[in-house]
């Protein structure tokens, strides 16, 4: 290692003084050590003195600031969205605002780091925001920043009378502790049985995690073991406490963005039949960072160890180590998977992430809607919706009528949004070789055909695809009046997954066959 940082500096110093162009010192060190440490695995980071207050949210949940989301889109840093209760709610800034200055300075020219690091600061410290809105007046705020906690429980409430529901979005400080606070909540209410809503969560803290599964376990149970290349990186974490529910039925919902934490939560629950797992296979990260303090305030993230939940298998789906050729990591392959067993003797894997008990097939959405969603005019559309109309119907009962998707069309008029798809790159790769084979070059006409076809399906699109745009609309605007809890509760009525759980929850005895395999 001495030689090796040895070289390093000699080449870092003779760089610096000599290269012909004039050299960024720090960058040139940044671009370095992110290569070195991409070539280990993604989570795996150098975290400069500048970036350590965001690494701090991320592991918190918590920030001085106004509680906005913003994004910068077209050279604009537009409001996605708002904490509820936050200093911005409450001094009259709105989704669609575009912030224009922070403190009299411009954010024209600023990344989104920048814009966001004048936005945050001490809480109790005065700010002042210019925005402009709906693009023609302009409002400034004068407001006071406040701690903002990013909520880990983005929504809860009491299903059919019964069946109590929360959607856990992130597991950050105390997460497991509002877990607790909701389900003895929904319990009062009537509450007889219990669904865990973890899709999209990336996970965050291992103890959070730990404490979660505590909730339903008896004391002593023992919940995940870490693995690492040093002693003090392998621990047992066990159920410390007391349960508040050994008994409540319970089902899980996971997909292919629930990871880390959120397996650790399914994955423990699965191994002790605690629960029934339904939705889609999971991410597949069973990899353990921690923080490293390094000099001059910055810090390393770095992976540690594996994970092993109680069955004794390893969900970490991507080998790191083990590369192909092109660099990628390389996922392991079903025939190297190794059989494991839960508490009732079912069969469960390693290797690729939680598998569900019962898989839903993930819905699908045209390219057109995703393309259209994704060019930012059904967002700048739900603002003017907004401003049209001082209120909607509440969340689980709005719905956008015909006329209303005809004012749309009609506003849409000559606006365009680039509009690729699978099938036309696959067209015009199909295309260009046919015309380089003179076996095939006959196929251009109707390739050509079919081009005209597809053309055609996307120049109708607006109706082709209405139902789903409908549903895209119909989000955007709900966040407008009742912010993002609104669109939870909206989502609900349609979401086929959380049906699937309500009926298994109801019917007791597929519940307990289900868990018996």
């Known amino acids: 290692m001495a030689k090796n940082l040895e070289i390093f500096a000699s080449l870092y110093s003779e760089i610096n003084k000599y290269y012909v162009d004039e050299v960024n010192p720090n960058t040139l060190l940044r671009t370095g050590v992110d290569a070195m440490l991409e070539n280990l695995d993604p989570y795996t980071v150098y975290i400069p003195e500048d970036d350590i207050e965001d690494f701090r ?24 969205n708002l904490y509820e209760n936050s200093p911005a709610m409450k001094a009259g800034i709105k989704i669609g605002d575009v912030i224009t200055e922070v403190d009299g300075v411009p954010l024209a020219n600023l990344t989104d780091e920048q814009a966001g690091k004048l936005m945050k600061g001490q809480s109790g410290s005065d700010i002042q925001v210019k925005v402009l809105r709906n693009e023609k007046e302009t409002f400034s705020f004068t407001t006071t920043r406040q701690k903002i906690v990013i909520p880990n429980i983005s929504y809860s409430t009491l299903l059919n009378g019964k069946t109590g529901y929360l959607r856990l979005s ?3 400080k105390d997460a497991a502790d509002d ?9 009062e209410q009537g509450a007889t049985s219990l669904i865990i809503d973890l899709r999209e969560n ?43 529910d050994l008994n ?23 191994d002790y039949d605690r629960g029934v797992i339904i939705g889609q296979k999971s991410y597949g990260k069973g990899l353990v960072q921690v923080s490293r303090k390094l000099s001059f305030n910055s810090q390393l993230k770095v992976t540690t160890a594996k994970y092993y939940i109680p069955s004794g298998r390893c969900i970490q789906a991507l080998d790191y180590a083990t590369r ?8 392991m392959a079903d025939s190297l998977k190794t059989q494991f067993r839960t508490t009732n003797n079912r069969i469960v894997y390693d290797g690729d992430g939680i598998d569900p008990d019962l898989f839903i097939e993930p819905k699908s959405m045209s390219s057109y809607a995703r393309n259209l969603s994704r060019s930012g005019l059904i967002f700048d559309y739900a603002t003017t919706y907004y401003y049209n109309h001082d209120s909607i119907a509440s ?3 709005f719905k956008l009528s015909d006329e209303e998707y005809s004012e749309f069309v009609e506003w849409m008029g ?8 699978q099938v036309e790159n696959t067209l015009e790769l199909i295309k260009e070789a046919a015309n380089q084979d003179k076996v095939y070059n006959k196929l251009v006409s109707e390739i050509d055909d079919i081009t005209s076809s597809v053309e055609k399906i996307k120049s109708n699109g607006l109706e082709t695809f209405q139902t789903d745009i409908k549903e895209l609309l119909k989000r955007q605007i709900i966040l407008r009046y009742y912010y993002t809890s609104g669109q939870v509760e909206a989502a609900l009525n349609k979401d086929e997954e959380i049906q699937v759980a309500l009926d298994i929850l109801a019917n007791q005895e597929e519940y307990i066959a289900k868990l018996k395999g």
């Open 57 to 80: 949210t991320n592991a918190t949940g918590e920030y001085g600031g106004l509680g906005i989301q913003s994004n910068r889109i077209d050279e604009k840093h537009i409001v996605l």
């Open 170 to 172: 992130e597991f950050t």
């Open 179 to 187: 877990v607790k606070n909701t389900v003895l909540g929904l319990k």
């Open 202 to 244: 990336p996970g965050g803290l291992l103890n959070e995690a730990v404490d979660i599964c505590n909730l339903f376990l008896p004391k002593g149970s023992k919940i995940v073991d870490t693995k690492g290349k040093i002693q003090a990186q392998s621990h047992s974490y066990l159920a410390n406490s007391e349960p508040i």
């Open 248 to 270: 409540i039925p319970i089902a899980v919902v996971v997909n292919k963005g629930s990871a880390s934490a959120s397996e650790i939560v399914s994955g423990v629950l699965q």
């Open 324 to 331: 192909n050729a092109d660099g990628t990591a390389i996922k």
């Open 395 to 397: 969340p689980s009962e």
């Open 414 to 421: 000559s606006r365009s949004f680039d509009n690729p798809s």
